[in-house]
């Protein structure tokens, strides 16, 4: 989790990154395991995972592999460690449950397009939760520029910045994207001089 000042934001943060993998992970139903969750619904204040999963299992383009009981053991297991924020998840569950889904040409479920608010609020909530994952740099971010961290990505136009840049392959592209989303290269600007400032364990 680290700041180019130089083409914006780069970080993909692990707040926004959850409600964005676990979106696109349920609706393929791919199992993606981040450690061992409990059997049953899974509430989560409101929403439930069984409901989101159930939901994602119906489209034709959903993948059976472990199947809506493997859905279900790792979103329990996802949300458990982000107890705090266990309001904005049941908002996010409650909506995935629900959500208009449809599969695009590439037979990917459109889980980016859907429930994008409740998505923000849950990963903007956790933004600064430690993770087992987190290394030093990360572990500072969270502690230190906390503030800084959760408006960068809280932007409204963050996933259509993020969206911009991860097809850019040379400057000019990059350029083009922080002219576009000015809002969101300021907070990548104020993230990473807070990290310039406080966290060593960031630099290149």
């Not at 676990?22 to 409901?51: E, I, P």
């Not at 001089?193 to 960031?202: G, K, Y």
Request: hydrophobic content about 30%.
């Amino acid at each position: 989790m680290r700041v180019r000042l130089d083409a914006g934001l780069t970080v993909m943060t692990r707040s926004l990154g959850v409600a964005i993998s676990w979106g696109v992970c349920w609706a393929a139903l791919l199992g993606c395991s981040t450690g061992s969750g409990g059997s049953g619904s899974g509430s989560t204040g409101g929403g439930t995972c069984q409901g989101a999963c159930e939901h994602f299992a119906s489209l034709p383009c959903a993948q059976q592999d472990g199947g809506v009981s493997s859905c279900v053991r790792d979103c329990q297991a996802e949300f458990a460690s982000t107890t705090p924020c266990a309001s904005q998840g049941g908002a996010y569950l409650s909506c995935l449950s629900t959500a208009p889904l449809t599969c695009d040409a590439n037979g990917t479920p459109n889980t980016l397009q859907v429930c994008v608010a409740e998505s923000r609020a849950y990963g903007v909530c956790a933004a600064c939760l430690p993770a087992s994952s987190d290394d030093a740099c990360d572990t500072c971010t969270k502690t230190t520029c906390c503030a800084e961290y959760k408006a960068a990505v809280g932007d409204p136009h963050f996933f259509d910045y993020a969206d911009c840049v991860s097809a850019c392959s040379d400057i000019a592209c990059f350029n083009g994207c922080d002219a576009q989303y000015p809002t969101v290269l300021q907070g990548s600007q104020n993230l990473g001089n807070c990290q310039v400032s406080n966290c060593t364990a960031c630099a290149p």
